[in-house]
């Protein structure tokens, strides 16, 4: 990562000779890509890292292509020899999802989402035009094999491991009917692939479109599928309803002719069903294999509106063994499998999470009753203090944590300490236990134990909602800090 964030700050400075005031690494979302913020006097850019060439050149290329339409698309600037490194335009730090949850559903928002939808069909209809397929990472076309491997990837990683028994010929003779079925839709144009709220970035009131490069030529249905019934957003029924119907509207004034409003929204229905899976599976994917915890707790979300969905649409095809399983897998007692324990007033249980040196005060004396716990060594990772700007500081100084999570290890020795601890957190609190202590040490408990500790501090407080009493030792800070509700 040191080395990443010296090539970027290089590459800048050979292209812009805007002095940088401030870099900083951006949180990382479910592909590969790195992403950082660079700050000068005058504005701000975001850069991206990405060792997958193909992906890159995809994505500068369609950047290119829809630029030439005046697509809500960002200005790239610069772009490394080797394709590696992109600088372009930032569109700031407000997604649609920030400011729906902020706002809720109201007036300012609506008009958002139906910026987003009139410039989403703008997009697909004129965009497609003249446009190089070749480029396309995985398929051309979300045609009928494309389908049944999003429905593939849906059984694979999440529908099998509930290990529910069920006729695996007769589900797929459903997969077969079902995407028969939605390749046989007159509407084919650009598809976005992953049009969600949180790849929309509002900047003075305005929409911009970012992460388009899964995209390839397709049903316009499935990207208003994708937005409506995002299961973070949990849009409301009428707003669902309302903005598809304007969705429809959009189209038919760019297409210059009206559309057949009852099939279309059939095969949509359709495409929502497709959606839902899709994402299930990579919820699945991400969450039940890589263990990354923000996954985990979206699947209830996703479930939730897989059974609204189930309950009430109607997509015009008979699929009996893909619906009785869909039946199955809504049922209370599944969505209940990845809601996690949370706390409450009652609950006894402390987590007290230590920093300390191993090199002036050693490991912590136990103070419960029960003992145990974990102790967790930070000093293979780089040690900040052997930088002269960084030793005055602690691991609460934010030039300390840019440090921490763009040029060391520390995300991913986080991740691996969450996965463990998690296991003994639900345990404690099914079991009603008082007390769990988890220390970090590092050399003089300044700077990296004191940052992982108050990231667990964090990451347990908000997935659990657990009480927790914070020791930093060598800084002789004490915090207990209470629920986050």
């Known amino acids: 990562m040191e080395t990443v964030a010296e090539n970027i700050r290089a590459f800048f400075q050979s292209e812009n000779n805007e002095p940088i005031t401030q870099i900083e690494k951006l949180p990382k979302s479910g592909g590969d890509r790195i992403y950082f913020r660079i700050i000068t006097e005058k504005k701000s850019y975001i850069v991206a890292y990405n060792e997958n060439l193909k992906e890159s050149k995809t994505f500068l290329y369609f950047t290119r292509h829809f630029s030439k339409i005046n697509a809500p698309v960002p200005e790239v600037y610069y772009t490394s020899e080797d394709a590696k490194i992109y600088i372009q335009q930032d569109f700031g730090s407000i997604s649609l999802l920030n400011a729906l949850e902020k706002f ?79 390749t046989h839709v007159e509407y084919k144009y650009f598809m976005f692939r992953d049009f969600q709220s949180r790849n929309i970035y509002i900047q003075d009131d305005e929409v911009h479109f970012i992460d388009y490069q899964g995209g390839m030529k397709g049903a316009l249905h499935y990207d208003a599928a994708s937005l409506l019934w995002q299961a973070r957003a949990n849009l409301s029924e009428d707003w669902k309803n309302s903005l598809l119907e304007y969705y429809m509207d959009c189209i038919s004034e760019i297409l210059e002719k009206s559309i057949d409003r009852p099939r279309f929204t059939s095969q949509y229905n359709g495409y929502v069903l497709i959606r839902l899976m899709q994402v299930l599976g990579a919820y699945g994917f991400r969450g039940l294999f890589e263990r990354k915890a923000q996954f985990l707790t979206s699947i209830p979300l996703a479930l939730t509106n897989l059974k609204w969905f189930q309950e009430n649409k109607n997509m015009g095809i008979a699929l009996p063994e893909y619906d009785r399983l869909l039946s199955l897998i809504v049922q209370d007692e599944v969505v209940n499998r990845f809601k996690p324990l949370q706390a409450n007033d009652a609950t006894p ?12 005060t050693g490991y912590p004396k136990e103070q ?110 004490h915090e207990l800090k209470g629920f986050e509700n």
Do not use: W
């Open 368 to 477: 419960s009753n029960n003992g145990g716990g974990f102790v967790f060594d930070c000093r293979g990772l780089m040690n900040p203090g052997r930088f002269d700007e960084f030793k005055p500081l602690t691991g609460r100084d934010k030039p300390v944590m840019d440090f921490l999570e763009q040029r060391t290890d520390m995300p991913e020795f986080l991740n691996g300490v969450y996965n463990i601890v998690d296991i003994s957190v639900e345990d404690y609190l099914k079991r009603n236990f008082e007390s769990l202590t988890i220390s970090f040490g590092c050399t003089g408990g300044q700077h990296r134990s004191v940052y992982a500790a108050d990231a667990l501090s964090r990451y347990l407080r908000n997935k659990f909602k657990v009480k927790i009493s914070l020791n930093h030792i060598e800084q002789n800070i």
């Open 104 to 182: 809720g559903e109201n007036d300012y928002v609506y008009s958002l989402f139906k910026k987003s939808l009139k410039a989403l069909a703008f997009l697909q209809i004129k965009g497609i035009d003249n446009l190089d397929d070749s480029y396309c990472l995985t398929s051309k076309e979300f045609g009928k094999q494309a389908i049944i491997s999003d429905l593939l990837y849906f059984k694979y990683y999440f529908l099998d491991t509930l290990k529910i028994p069920y006729d695996k010929e007769k589900l797929i003779d459903d997969f077969e009917a079902l995407s028969t079925y939605l």
């Open 349 to 360: 249980l402390i987590v007290t999470i230590n920093s300390f040196s191993y090199l002036k």
